[in-house]
């Protein structure tokens, strides 16, 4: 059950990418009816089949009791133990959804997913970025600039070649996914160019 996550993954912007973090998500233990009251389970983190983390979760009405078991490099197993307090809003077409709330004093925030290396606390106060966002100025350009490809018949790559007009697209058209495949294009180009001097700088 639960990810493996060491904390140690880096971001293009220097931030840690959540799935290099151990996590709890509200909304798998809702849907697995986990969070009953008076509930009590077990949740575990595996890496080569060996468990390297596990929570004991006690749960309430509006909150969940939870011991946190977790070692680094095969040593000694530490333990802490947490109160995170849930929050429940109503769906627009009946039922309700629940939420973390935070634990960390100065945030409060609702959330559904809590991370940890030592405690649990949301993305934003572990300084988190998703994996997705240190894609998302540089290879989804590059998909972008792809799906333009597809779409006029040219060989994929972004580095490749432009081809030719396919047969029967009106000129229009042709011209107006050429200007987006080449915006992308160059998107690209700039993004990659300023994050090497932003590494080279550094």
């Known amino acids: 059950m639960g990810g493996f996550g060491s904390g140690r993954g880096h971001s293009l912007n220097g931030k840690n990418k959540t799935n290099s973090f151990r996590s709890i998500d509200i909304r798998r233990w809702y849907k697995d009816g986990l969070l009953e009251d008076g509930n009590s389970f077990l949740w575990k983190w595996k890496f080569n089949n ?10 309430e009405q509006d909150q969940i009791s939870l011991l946190y078991h977790f070692r680094t490099n095969d040593r000694d197993w530490h333990i802490k133990k947490q109160t995170i307090k849930i929050k429940w809003s109503a769906c627009n077409y009946g039922g309700s959804r629940s939420w973390f709330i935070c634990p960390n004093s100065y945030c409060g925030r609702r959330v559904a997913i809590l991370y940890g290396a030592s405690s649990f606390t949301c993305r934003h106060c572990n300084n988190l970025a998703y994996s997705s966002q240190s894609e998302t100025k ?35 058209t042709f011209f107006k996914l050429v200007t987006k495949h080449n915006y992308h294009v160059r998107s690209t180009l700039i993004h990659l160019t300023n994050e090497l001097d932003s590494i080279q700088k550094n």
Request: with cysteine; net charge positive.
């Open 138 to 172: 540089y290879y989804l350009k590059i998909r972008r600039a792809n799906k333009y490809r597809e779409l006029l018949g040219w060989e994929i790559g972004t580095p490749s070649s432009q081809g030719l007009k396919p047969k029967g697209m009106h000129w229009c």
């Open 50 to 59: 060996n468990t390297i983390a596990f929570i004991q979760v006690l749960t």
